[in-house]
């Protein structure tokens, strides 16, 4: 499955799956940024990031890591 910015939860998922050692906490914007870009099954245009999807994608990294 290819991910693209508007996928906020399926990149979590493979973060996740991705970076299971990784405390969220401990992730600033711009780790987060190359940690997504990075990933192979992301296809999204790099330039279309911003502060607000990049924060909502860390709330949500940290609200479904906390659910576990």
Known sequence: ???YWE?????????????PDV????VGM???????VELPEFA???RLANEGILR????EWYE???SE
């Open 23 to 26: 405390p969220v906490e401990s």
């Open 56 to 59: 909502d994608i860390l709330r």
């Open 64 to 66: 479904e890591d906390s």
């Open 44 to 46: 999204d245009d790099p």
């Open 30 to 36: 711009d780790q987060l940024y190359r940690m997504i």
């Open 1 to 3: 499955m290819l991910l």
């Open 7 to 19: 996928n906020s939860y399926e990149i979590v998922l493979t973060l996740m799956e991705r970076y």
